[in-house]
């Protein structure tokens, strides 16, 4: 019985424990989760030219990495003014023409598109008179010329512009009297100005088909020269 009562004494105060309540340490409410930041996708249009002009440079380099030089045939009509004739002197003429898009130094619409550098040969000749008197005629014409292109909508891959430049004008000649030749040589500056459409299509990843319609004047001293053609080449 003794061992009974020993059993229950330590027992009382294990059960006392037991039914109590314990203490419980409190804890605060966890913070709610951040909000997400608004995602905003890219946006050209919000570039300001004005503010990132090197952000806007890249990307026209991305769009258009050509380097923007062109090579171009020439041929047209020339109405050429003749001192020794009444009226126009009209001859079909032919030449070369580099084109250099000098605006893409500065690498920011509207100077990107806008500026272009060009240098034109034109050539012609013709020859009048007898199988015994007869005279040839060469006229060279060497211009460099800035113009100012104007895009026709948006995307579009005409142009039209304003051009006006200066050069010279190279021109030979000779007299034939049966065996007796008389040559004749003389250059003179000029001034060139006029007006005309370009297009640039894509043919290639890095690669343009360039197309030219266009009506020029040349002052030459006294003289005033119209010309009027067209051009095609390729643009790198």
Do not use: C
Not at 85 to 96: E, K, M, N, W
Not at 125 to 137: L, Q, V, Y
Not at 213 to 221: D, I, N, P, Q, S
Request: hydrophobic share 40%; no cysteine.
């Amino acid at each position: 019985m003794k061992r009974w009562w020993l059993v229950s004494l330590l027992l009382v105060p294990m059960l006392a424990l037991a039914q109590s309540d314990p203490e419980f340490i409190p804890y605060d409410d966890p913070p709610p989760p951040p909000e997400s930041l608004p995602t905003r996708e890219y946006d050209p249009g919000l570039i300001d030219d004005h503010l990132y002009p090197e952000a806007s440079r890249s990307f026209s380099r991305l769009d258009d990495p050509n380097t923007g030089l062109a090579f171009e045939g020439v041929t047209g009509l020339f109405f050429g003014d003749n001192a020794h004739r009444r009226g126009p002197d009209f001859r079909f003429t032919g030449g070369l023409r580099a084109t250099w898009e000098v605006g893409r130094l500065f690498g920011v619409p509207p100077w990107r598109e806008g500026l272009v550098l060009d240098g034109t040969w034109w050539a012609s000749g013709r020859r009048d008179g007898s199988d015994f008197i007869f005279s040839r005629e060469a006229l060279h014409l060497f211009t460099l010329a800035p113009a100012w292109h104007f895009p026709l909508g948006e995307g579009s891959a005409w142009t039209a512009y304003l051009q006006a430049g200066a050069g010279i004008a190279y021109q030979t000649g000779s007299i034939t009297t049966g065996q007796v030749v008389t040559p004749v040589a003389g250059v003179r500056p000029l001034i060139q100005y006029g007006l005309g459409l370009r297009a640039r299509p894509q043919i290639g990843e890095r690669l343009h088909m360039t197309i030219r319609v266009e009506l020029m004047r040349f002052r030459r001293g006294y003289l005033d020269d119209t010309w009027a053609g067209f051009s095609l080449g390729l643009a790198f």
